[in-house]
């Protein structure tokens, strides 16, 4: 089971980056897909979720307005489009996987975790 988050990298305040998360095996197709994300010293916060067809898509109030994922399933990706960036977006971004929609906000629900991808927003 691999869960490869990539795309991660520094940008301006304002700037937008592109998050992928290429899965490989389980089956993709029948698990939701989550982004959170870890700062030092913070725990782990939910970002964006996507369901298995791609039909539902929820996000924190951080993100709502500015974020977008998205899912290509003959890929096997998930896609995190992350615009209008701002400093306090700097963290280490993880993918997971979790078989049912009604936990897509709850980390402790997830069965498999990606190693993360840095994302640095400076000022």
């Known amino acids: 089971v691999q869960l490869q988050a990539s795309g991660g990298g520094l940008v301006q305040a304002g700037g937008s980056l592109r998050l992928s998360c290429a899965v490989s095996?389980?089956?993709?197709?029948?698990?939701?897909i989550g982004w959170f994300r870890q700062s030092p010293g913070n725990q782990r916060k939910f970002v964006a979720g996507?369901?298995?067809?791609?039909?539902?898509?929820t996000y924190a109030d951080s993100a709502e307005g500015r974020f977008a994922i998205s899912r290509d399933n003959a890929k096997n990706t998930v896609y995190l489009q992350m615009n209008s960036l701002k400093p306090e977006g700097t963290a280490l971004y993880y993918c997971?996987?979790?078989?049912?929609?009604?936990?897509?906000?709850?980390?402790?629900?997830?069965?498999?975790w990606g190693q993360g991808t840095e994302v640095t927003v400076s000022s």
């Open positions: 997971a996987a979790v078989h049912e929609w009604r936990w897509v906000k709850v980390s402790s629900k997830y069965k498999y």
């Open positions: 095996g389980f089956s993709f197709e029948n698990y939701a």
């Open positions: 996507i369901s298995w067809s791609g039909a539902l898509a």
